[in-house]
Nanobody, 124 residues
Framework: QVQLVESGGGLVQAGDSLRLSCAASGRTISSAAMGWFRQAPGKEREFVAAIEVNGGSTYYADSVKGRFAISRDNAKNTVYLQMNSLKPDDTAVYYC?????????????????WGQGTQVTVSS
C-alpha cells in the first residue's frame, strides 16, 4: 500500500497561486494514475484533476479547467497541483489519491490510496 502525504496548502487571497505536492512512499506511483480531489465544508468530495501513468493525459473538472495544472515526477514519486487564479469557491481540503481500480479517473471509487489532505483557504 502506498502512503500519500499532501503539502503546500495555506491561506491566500483571491487571485493568488498555490502549488500542492503529494509525496508518495512505500511503493512507486509510476504505474498508477493519480488524482486530486477536494471537499469543502458541508459538501461531498469532488474530483479536481487526474493524470495518467505516463503523464500523457490529464483531466480536469470544469470548475478548474484553465486555472489548475496537474503534473507528476515519477523519479521523485511526487504529484503536483499548480493552482492559479484562486477563487473563494476553491476553499476546501485537497486530497491526493492513487488509482487502483479500473474505473474512470474522475470517479473517486477508482482510487484505493488517499492522503490525509491539505487545507486551502482563499479569502475574497
Amino acid at each position: 500500500q502506498v502512503q500519500l502525504v499532501e503539502s503546500g496548502g495555506g491561506l491566500v487571497q483571491a487571485g493568488d497561486s498555490l502549488r500542492l505536492s503529494c509525496a508518495a512512499s512505500g511503493r512507486t506511483i509510476s504505474s498508477a494514475a493519480m488524482g486530486w480531489f477536494r471537499q469543502a465544508p458541508g459538501k461531498e468530495r469532488e474530483f479536481v484533476a487526474a493524470i495518467e501513468v505516463n503523464g500523457g493525459s490529464t483531466y480536469y473538472a470544469d470548475s478548474v479547467k484553465g486555472r489548475f495544472a496537474i503534473s507528476r515526477d515519477n523519479a521523485k514519486n511526487t504529484v503536483y497541483l499548480q493552482m492559479n487564479s484562486l477563487k473563494p469557491d476553491d476553499t476546501a481540503v485537497y486530497y491526493c489519491a492513487a488509482k487502483h481500480y479500473g474505473l474512470h479517473v474522475t470517479y473517486a471509487p477508482s482510487y484505493g490510496s488517499w492522503g490525509q489532505g491539505t487545507q486551502v483557504t482563499v479569502s475574497s
